[in-house]
């Protein structure tokens, strides 16, 4: 999907539907497959630099603002960047006064305040989750150093020269290997087609 090139706009309310998008292509995969045969993996390659901050009232508008500072008392967004464009629209154009009320937070391309000024918003450096279900969803359940989950792919999928699993002795190796490729094919599919 455009996560991550919305999230490097810091246009936060394109992202977030976009991570929605992402989750319903999953449980079409989910839909579409066999969760005794196929391993379905879902993780990203990094963060961002967007935070939730503050202590917004429930039922808040997460895109709006959110919260006050204790400190002189102006609203905030609950969502915000470490870095990126957003910064030239909250600080820079309004000579360093923080007022978001009268921002047009609700257009598509509104971008949420960032603190440093950067004309791309970069990667975070927070862990990022992986999840899995399906034949040896087992090896990935926790946090790894993100060249282990393609090594466990691999194993799992009976590919590569190195340690292979013991269902590569057999053909079910191959059939969990080509419903990974073709769960793939169809994460990228599904999201072109929009099912």
Known sequence: GRIDHAHHQTWARL???ETVEFH???EKLEALTNEEDTLIVVTADH???MTIGGYPPRGTDILSKGDFSREDAKP???LSYANGLGFF??????GGRRNPLGMP?????????ATVPLDYETHGGDDVGVFAIGPWAHLFTGTYEQHLIAHAMMYASCLGDGLKADQC???SGLS???AILLTSLSAALIRCLKL
Do not use: E, G, M, Q
Request: avoid cysteine.
């Open 105 to 113: 937070y609700r257009d598509a391309l509104f971008r949420h305040p």
């Open 176 to 178: 969990i290997s080509l």
């Open 24 to 26: 319903k292509t999953v």
């Open 89 to 94: 629209d909250h600080f820079y154009k309004t």
């Open 15 to 17: 992202s977030l539907p």
């Open 76 to 78: 905030f967004f609950t």
């Open 47 to 49: 963060s961002h630099t």
């Open 169 to 171: 002795n057999d053909a």
